[in-house]
């Protein structure tokens, strides 16, 4: 076959490829288009429907929406009262009149969140407060539902942590000031699973308490919890040891009646306890979300309670039919954790990532995402109400618009780079904003 000829095939064939795909190598370098690229993918992301996979709806005199407290601590640049953001997600939000946030001005804010409540009585007002930002449903992560949430718009994950603190915790209370805050609020949790599964004291057994867990999961499920959250790494190290039941047995049985077990024995129990509850979460379809990033608070470790603790967990082949989905995605250890998502069953949220990096820095962790596993990530905002100011709606707004913005900026880019086309960018857009998440809970979410 003469050469020229071959040379010709080849061209055509190149040409053919570059005509199906739009690109035939991908650069390192974005091209002139990008700034156009990226306003004409944040036009129609802005427009996308979106599920919120993780958020903490409520008002700020609400106990319950939380299993636990924040104590004391440094917050970051982005999380302080003082982001001119706010400003902006008021003014969005409520018509904000005002350019800073002093005590006069922020009155006015109080008060016209109060008239609104009033006009939208009810469930109406959060219900307000999604359509503004185009969320179709949220995950509301709290200790119990509020009656002024709308079951049709937040979805309930109920908190599992305390199932694993039934014993004397005096010794936990005293290791720092932060679990002299947390653990007491785990007692009350388990205490308030116990009134409703009507357990008047511990049983002596460990098997007739694995029963009551059982049931407090199955009934949680019946309620409407999609979802059970763990929060362990707040109070104890993330690094799960795998005990036998009768070890777990002898300890329970020591213990269940009085006595304070050791730190070592206290751990051995809940090392078991943690690996049942996500076994029973296979059991019942009810898909595990743990907090995996940094976490509130002067004494949270790193160390003991970073993602990659948990891989053992991850791919242990016996939860295989388990569905995990992992809070925060790791940050700020983000950029292994995707590779934890290869596991068929493990699955990233990007809540709080966005909330507390600004989107020139988000946007780079979530391209990393959407170039190692775009269909295993799903968005979050981690809203919460975090004074009577500054509430969960601001944190929506500002979750909602940062994760949109990056989310443009980083397809852009890709798309720019010659990574992917523009109709199979805006695909990732709508997988990682709502499909993706939707698809773990059928019937349960839309």
Do not use: C
């Amino acid at each position: 076959m003469p050469v020229a000829f071959v040379r010709i095939v080849l061209q055509l064939a190149a040409i053919a490829l570059i005509t199906v795909y739009g690109f035939a190598q991908a650069g390192p370098y974005p091209g002139g288009d990008l700034h156009q690229m990226y306003s004409r993918l944040l036009t129609a992301i802005q427009n996308m429907p979106i599920f919120d996979h993780h958020a903490h709806p409520g008002f700020a005199d609400d106990p319950d929406v939380d299993a636990m407290a924040a104590p004391p601590g440094s917050a970051a640049l982005r999380e302080r009262d003082n982001n001119p953001e706010l400003i902006s997600a008021a003014k969005a939000l409520f018509a904000y009149p005002y350019a800073d946030l002093s005590p006069e001005h922020a009155h006015w804010l109080v008060e016209k969140k109060a008239a609104l409540k009033k006009q939208y009585s009810g469930p109406a007002y959060f219900d307000m407060i999604l359509d503004q930002l185009k969320v179709e449903q949220s995950v509301a992560n709290r200790a119990m539902m509020a009656d002024y949430l709308d079951p049709r718009r937040f979805v309930w994950v109920f908190f599992a942590d305390s199932l694993m603190w039934p014993l004397d915790n005096s010794q936990m209370r005293a290791r720092n000031p932060d679990e002299e805050v947390y653990i007491p609020l785990q007692e009350k949790m388990l205490h308030r699973w116990m009134q409703q599964e009507g357990v008047a004291k511990l049983p002596a057994d460990l098997g007739d308490y694995l029963s009551f867990v059982n049931r407090t999961l199955e009934d949680n499920q019946k309620k409407g919890g999609i979802a059970m959250k763990f929060e362990v790494a707040y109070f104890r190290s993330t690094k799960f040891s795998d005990p036998a039941r009768e070890q777990a047995q002898a300890i329970y049985q020591k213990y269940a009646s009085g006595g304070v077990p050791s730190a070592e024995e206290y751990k051995l129990f809940q090392d078991f306890i943690f690996r049942y509850l996500i076994q029973q979460g296979g059991r019942l379809h009810l898909p595990v979300h743990i907090h995996s990033a940094v976490g509130i608070g002067d004494y949270f470790s790193l160390t003991e309670s970073g993602i990659m603790n948990l891989e053992n967990i991850l791919r242990d082949p016996r939860y295989s039919t388990t569905t995990f989905v992992m809070i925060h995605g790791g940050y700020p250890y983000e950029r292994e954790a995707i590779w934890l998502a290869a596991r068929k069953n493990v699955y990233l949220d990007s809540s709080y990532q966005e909330l507390v990096m600004y989107p020139s820095q988000f946007k780079n962790s979530l391209k990393q995402w959407l170039e190692t596993f775009p269909d295993k990530i799903t968005f979050g905002t981690d809203a919460f109400p975090y004074n009577e100011v500054l509430g969960a709606e601001e944190s929506y707004w500002l979750g909602v618009q940062s994760a949109r913005e990056s989310l443009a900026a980083a397809l852009a880019e890709m798309v720019s780079q010659g990574e992917v086309s523009e109709p199979k960018a805006l695909d990732m857009a709508r997988a990682y904003l709502h499909d993706t998440a939707v698809s773990l809970y059928p019937g349960k979410v839309h």
